[in-house]
């Protein structure tokens, strides 16, 4: 039994044979070149390995397999990066820490300022700071140097300025009207935004339609104030009468200030807006070649008379408190009713009485607004005494009948009222394009005629027995000789 094997014996020489030869076929693979197919998987396997340690190294170079080299790569791109936001500083984000502080500063520096604006608004205008010459103001588009100071208001000023770099858009002067800011939402402290806005809309219109108002040329708002900076214009017409012999006019001036003042109430009821403080003040002079255009100035208690983007007129209030200034405010504003375009005819009537015959507003010696509204409500009732306006020519006095005659609702007829002026013109053969009193050019000035006046209203006669008395008492009070002199001074 030597030579044969059992068959538990050939089962094991099988079994260690077909192991063996496994062992030399894994031996042979490892020597064998790779095929296309295995290379592809391992390549494969190997760029996944790749991407998931550049993941979590936060590397995006696909070249570096080695971990210490993509933390390498990655410390090289944080100083790149550092070093793009130093050149850059622009795009450059601070931390927000530094943000905070810097919100920090700017609000401390809006507290400092609201004190010191409080304090100014406490003063008066002559106590308040002001703009020293030299000083420079930055505007939204220019910046501007102070030149001179050209009046001060309740709430600001007005200076000369001028534009640090010559600009096309711009002359050589301009005025600067300032206004200090407002923290308690005062409305008498928003005035100069609604002049902003006024102006504003009669830059959009033709030459014709804004020929009576100034152009504005830059805005702009500093830590103390907010300012507009627009076209620099003459003397009021108020300061031109002042200085005129016994404050008249010719009467050429006087219908022409009328009509040209008249056109530029018109022109800005047409925009929608009520003046509410029609005076000899509010208008100007322009200068140089201007001379001969009256502007129209000082829009800060304007109020839109019709609902926005609409001709719709506003709803009036039961109850508005007294805007304007005594000597030529309405009626309805004595009467603290609302106002309407009524209510600027009026003033304006009352300015153009005193540009024809200054005595005619008698109610100017008037302080008591009593007796301010008692005399204007006389005159439109017609119970004058009618010599008080012997010197007025018949056509001015017909507008009181027509301006009487007008409601809260009513379009005016300015034409009409334009007519009723050139009337004058021809009945008291004047020639309009005759130079005004304060031009170089102007004629021989022809005045008003004029008579001596008796009392205020209808049937008052005081006046003339007091004048009549004065006349008697300085005759009796003649002596004929020494006794009666005595006797004077015994009585």
């Not at 001015?396 to 050139?422: C, F, H, Q, V, W």
């Amino acid at each position: 039994m030597t030579g044969k094997l059992g068959k538990s014996e050939r089962a094991v020489s099988a079994s260690s044979k077909s192991s063996d030869s496994r062992r030399r076929k894994k031996s042979v693979s490892k020597s064998l070149p790779r095929d296309k197919k295995s290379r592809g998987k391992r390549n494969k396997s190997e760029e996944d390995d790749q991407s998931s340690r550049s993941d979590k190294s936060g590397s995006g170079s696909d070249k570096h397999h080695d971990k210490s080299k993509s933390d390498k790569h990655d410390k090289n791109s944080d100083k790149q990066e550092k070093q793009e936001n130093n050149n850059n500083p622009e795009e450059a984000q601070p931390p927000p820490k530094k943000e905070k502080h810097k919100k920090k500063k700017k609000k401390n520096v809006v507290e400092y300022n609201a004190e010191e604006r409080k304090q100014h608004r406490l003063m008066t205008s002559a106590e308040r700071p002001k703009l020293e010459p030299g000083d420079a103001v930055s505007g939204m588009k220019y910046k501007f140097e102070v030149i001179s100071l050209l009046g001060s208001g309740g709430f600001g000023d007005v200076y000369k300025v001028k534009p640090e770099e010559k600009a096309d858009d711009i002359p050589e002067y301009g005025a600067m009207k300032t206004e200090l800011l407002n923290e308690n939402n005062n409305p008498m402290m928003n005035r100069l935004k609604v002049e902003c806005q006024i102006l504003k809309i009669f830059e959009t219109l033709p030459p014709e339609k804004k020929m009576h108002f100034t152009e504005m040329y830059d805005r702009g708002i500093t830590p103390t104030f907010k300012f507009i900076v627009m076209e620099l214009v003459g003397q009021s017409v108020y300061a031109i009468q002042k200085s005129q012999p016994k404050r008249e006019f010719s009467i050429t001036t006087a219908i022409k200030l009328g009509l040209q003042t008249l056109e530029a109430v018109e022109n800005l009821h047409e925009i929608g807006y009520l003046h509410r403080d029609i005076k000899p003040h509010n208008y100007s002079i322009g200068l140089g070649k201007r001379a001969n255009i009256i502007y129209m100035l000082d829009f800060g208690i304007a109020r839109q008379f019709v609902q926005t983007g609409t001709k719709v007129l506003r709803i009036p209030r039961e109850c508005v408190k007294f805007l304007g200034t005594l000597k030529y405010a309405s009626r309805a504003c004595h009467q603290n009713k609302e106002q309407s375009r009524k209510d600027d005819l009026e003033a304006w009537f009352y300015m153009q009485l005193e540009f024809v015959d200054h005595p005619a507003v008698f109610w100017s010696q008037f302080k008591d607004r009593k007796q301010v509204i008692f005399a204007k409500e006389k005159l439109f009732a017609g119970e004058c005494n009618p010599k008080l306006f012997e010197a007025v020519p018949p056509e001015i006095m017909k507008l009181i009948g027509y301006i009487d005659g007008l409601i809260y609702t009513s379009a005016p007829d300015y034409e009409y009222m334009r007519a009723l002026l050139n009337q004058c013109v021809k009945a008291n053969d004047l020639d309009l394009s005759d130079a005004f009193d304060w031009e170089p050019n102007a004629k021989t000035k022809k005045r008003w005629k004029k008579k001596k006046r008796f009392g205020l209203f209808s049937g008052d006669e005081k006046a003339k027995k007091k004048e009549s008395k004065k006349d008697s008492s300085d005759k009796d009070k003649e002596p004929k000789d020494g006794k009666d002199k005595e006797s004077d001074r015994e009585e």
